[in-house]
């Protein structure tokens, strides 16, 4: 394969994981879902806590960024904090408990009655991930995850699962961002109706 056939054949791949998405109503209802539950939490005053490791990691900081900042409506700031931003403590935590608990202690810190704790994963098995939803679910929060694979151990601890049934984490990572940016304007036009 030529590098020209190989970039050709990658925006095939990436356009056939998309279709496959598109074709799972199960998905995008919970995509449209996921959205009205992030409006209401941020309409009663709650906050977005959101995490992930390594792409997923800064696809939480991208989602955030979009949540805080704004997408494409001019709108006021909305809350949302990313577990995996802060290094200190995270090295800490790691240090003092393992990598497992970088985000279930900071859930356990963070997170209250009404807020909605998103995770994102590639795999559905990350372990720090999936403590962190329970530390959530225990704290009072509405669950949420953005998924690859299976789905994973993560798919049944949410509330809501929004998987993409792709083996290739290229292709996963693409379509996840892709995710955020529809929640991201479904969320701005639900809170800008007026």
């Known amino acids: 394969m030529t590098n020209k056939e190989l970039v050709i054949q990658r925006f095939k791949d990436t356009i056939e994981v998309k279709e496959d998405i598109m074709a799972d109503n199960t998905v995008i209802t919970t995509i449209v879902t996921l959205a009205d539950e992030i409006a209401a939490t941020i309409s009663r005053g709650n906050k977005l806590v959101l995490c992930g490791n390594g792409g997923s990691a800064s696809d939480a900081l991208h989602f955030a960024g979009e949540i805080v900042g ?11 904090v990313v577990l995996n931003a802060d ?3 995270m090295t800490a935590i790691a240090n003092d408990y393992g990598y497992d608990d970088v985000f279930s202690r900071q859930a356990e810190g963070h997170v209250i009655p009404g807020d ?15 403590r962190a939803v329970k530390v959530a679910e225990k704290c009072g929060a509405k ?29 996963i990572q693409e379509s996840h961002i892709c ?8 969320v701005e036009n639900i809170m800008t109706k007026g």
């Not at 704004?70 to 949302?80: G, K, L």
């Not at 949420?144 to 984490?169: E, F, H, M």
């Not at 995710?179 to 479904?186: A, G, K, P, V």
Request: glycine share 8%.
């Open 143 to 171: 669950t949420a995850a953005i998924l690859g694979k299976d789905g994973g151990k993560i798919r049944s601890c949410v509330d809501y699962p929004v998987v993409v049934k792709s083996n290739t984490t290229a292709r």
């Open 116 to 130: 909605l704790f998103i995770g994102i994963s590639t795999s559905g098995n990350s372990e720090n991930v999936l």
């Open 179 to 186: 995710i955020i940016h529809i929640l991201c304007e479904l």
């Open 87 to 89: 290094v200190a403590t």
């Open 70 to 80: 704004r997408f494409q409506m001019e709108r006021s700031a909305w809350p949302a």
